[in-house]
């Protein structure tokens, strides 16, 4: 079955870190793919997607490359800043329904 | 520019009450989905509906109902709250397939 793995957290960065957070899928056919944050207290916002092979999503500083090979989609951004502390989740979509990974949790420490 | 709302926003139930959470969106999405939320565990997916009067079970449906009698509403019932449904439930639409979900802003249950 359909299947995604984040890397666990919590991930603690101090502030202009670079930032990877790792997320690998098992899936038949050609799911999109996305990353999701939630900050704290606060619903789940889209960050990125991707939609096929070798696109890249981008937004706010954090880029993702859906790559089949390696069947990954990890989140990176270059220099991370206290307000980018959130959870962190990535998912892929199989049909209308999402298949979730379990979150990384991200503290930026100034 | 409401997007998904869900009400109530917080509720705290006694074992055995019974309670509806409330999903609405306005932007005409056919797909409605339930989650809940728990510590460690990401988000499971409870019900989901791809249009009007069709309904579905997801990974955790046990002790929960749903129906979808219009495409803004769907909503989520509790028949007999157990302290292991405490959770924050998020309500999720999306117009078609491969579209990003959009999120209400979550409802945080606690049953004692």
């Known amino acids: 079955g359909n299947s995604v793995t984040q890397m666990e957290g919590p991930v603690t960065l101090s502030e202009e870190a670079f930032l990877t957070i790792n997320c690998t899928y098992t899936?038949?056919?050609?799911?999109?793919l996305f990353w999701y944050v939630q900050y704290p207290g606060e619903g789940l916002q889209l960050l990125l997607k991707?939609?096929?092979a070798d696109d890249k999503g981008s937004n706010k500083g954090f880029e993702a490359t859906y790559r089949k090979e390696t069947t990954s989609f990890h989140l990176e951004k270059g220099s991370v800043q206290v307000s980018d502390s959130a959870v962190y989740f990535c998912?892929?979509?199989?049909?209308?329904?999402?298949?979730w990974g379990a979150g990384t949790k991200l503290i930026i420490k100034p | 520019n409401a997007g998904v709302t869900q009400t109530p926003k917080f509720q705290v139930l006694k074992t055995g009450q019974s309670m509806t959470l409330q999903c609405a969106q306005d932007?005409?999405?056919?797909?409605m989905s339930w989650y809940r939320q728990d510590p460690g565990m990401g988000l499971r997916l409870i019900h989901y509906s791809v249009g009007a009067g069709i309904t579905d079970q997801g990974e955790v449906p046990n002790g929960y109902n749903v129906s979808r009698s219009t495409t803004e509403d769907f909503p989520l019932r509790l028949l007999s709250a157990a302290p292991s449904q405490t959770s924050v439930y998020f309500c999720?639409?999306?117009?078609?397939?491969?579209?990003?979900?959009?999120f209400g802003d979550g409802t945080r249950l606690s049953i004692l």
């Open positions: 899936a038949t056919g050609y799911p999109s």
């Open positions: 991707a939609t096929k």
């Open positions: 998912a892929l979509n199989s049909n209308y329904q999402l298949i």
């Open positions: 932007m005409n999405h056919e797909y």
């Open positions: 999720a639409s999306c117009g078609q397939g491969g579209q990003p979900q959009h």
